[in-house]
């Protein structure tokens, strides 16, 4: 794509080493960005205080150590002061984008502060919806959610549904829909994890209540003779004793791993390799980078009908569709599936992952301004 001028491009948010699906998604699309127009990229010293997050370290250990090349980390999420000198240093590097990530009402006096300085400089401030619409939402979320992003000039979200959630948030908003792209950044499995039944399932990531963990949990409960292994890989956020009581309950303690810890990029990559299906049985989403993930490997995922998850799933070529909070549906799919029917899938998905890239996401940011 030629652009007919070159736009200087701020992007402000989480990059490595923080851990978590947004700062691996702005640390990606940073890397676009700088591939083809001057780009500043800033993060932050801190980002969450210790107190505050659930799991064991919002950093990656494996990252711990790294700085991204060309990325200032001056920004401190509990620290006015520097949210100030942020807006000072996007100022000086004359910026006609700024880029800002937002999922979360956490960040609304951070972010708030922001947008609303820049914006007073005559700056185009872009937010970049990753989640409109929280998944515990209430009233005074969505206020805190409007007060913010009405402060954007324009927006990218990867999914209709929150394409949908932004027009009710701010009605007329300039809002560019493009899928998310690939993760492509973890290493090749090693082949390190030996299979242990017919049929090798797969939930990764945080557990909290909107995922419906416990959905596929009672599903498997309905087809406990059949040889299949769930994977559970991730920490959870609350409700871990609860789960592992009904899993004794339904007798099905043989069937599951429980791996409720951060999981490497290696380890991430030898969960994905040994899975036939990823399961992601949420009750509520807008999307999820898991789906992006399961591609990059390969491997078609089970998905509910909610937010835009079927937005980039094709029913029976790359995974499929269930309706949510319903164990019957997921259960009646399991009883039949078989790993030639998974691996049947990986055309189709080979032919995804070559659309869907953080060049053309970039691209398409660059290209609405």
Partial sequence: MELPEKKRVAVIGPLLPYRGGIAQHTTLLSRALGDITETLTISFSRQYPSWLFPGESDTDPKYKDHREPGCEYLLDSMNPLSWSRVVERVDAFAADIVVIPWWTVF?????????????????????????????????????????????????????????????????????????????????????????????????????????????????????????????????????????????????????IE?????????????????????????????????????????????????????????????????????PEAIAGLLRTLRPEDCEAMQPCIEETKRRWTWSGLAEALLDAG
């Fill in 107 to 255: 960040w609304t006096p951070c972010f708030g502060y922001i947008s609303r300085a820049l914006r007073e400089r005559n700056l185009e401030v872009v937010f970049f919806c990753h989640n409109v619409i929280e998944h515990e939402s209430s009233g005074w979320k969505s206020y805190l959610t409007r007060l913010v992003l009405k402060k954007g000039t324009r927006f990218v979200a990867h999914t209709r549904a929150d394409q949908k959630n932004l027009h009710s948030l701010v009605p007329g908003a300039a809002i560019t829909v493009h899928p998310h792209p690939i993760y492509d950044q973890f290493p090749e499995p090693l082949g390190s994890l030996p299979r242990r039944k017919s049929l090798e399932l797969l939930f990764y990531g945080f557990v909290r209540p909107y995922k419906g963990l416990d959905t596929l949990i009672e599903a498997l409960g309905k087809i406990a003779q059949r040889d299949v292994m769930l994977t559970i890989a991730g920490e959870f956020w609350e409700g871990k004793q609860a789960l592992v009581d009904r899993i004794e309950q339904l007798g099905i303690s043989d069937l």
């Fill in 258 to 326: 429980m791996r409720a810890y951060y999981h490497s990029e290696q380890d991430t990559a030898e969960l994905f390799s040994r899975a036939d299906m990823v399961v992601l049985p949420y009750r509520s989403a807008t999307g999820s980078g898991v789906i992006m993930l399961a591609y990059n490997y390969n491997r078609p995922v089970l998905v509910t009908s909610v937010g835009g998850l079927a937005d980039v799933v094709e029913q029976g070529r790359t995974g499929f569709v269930v309706p949510p909070e319903d």
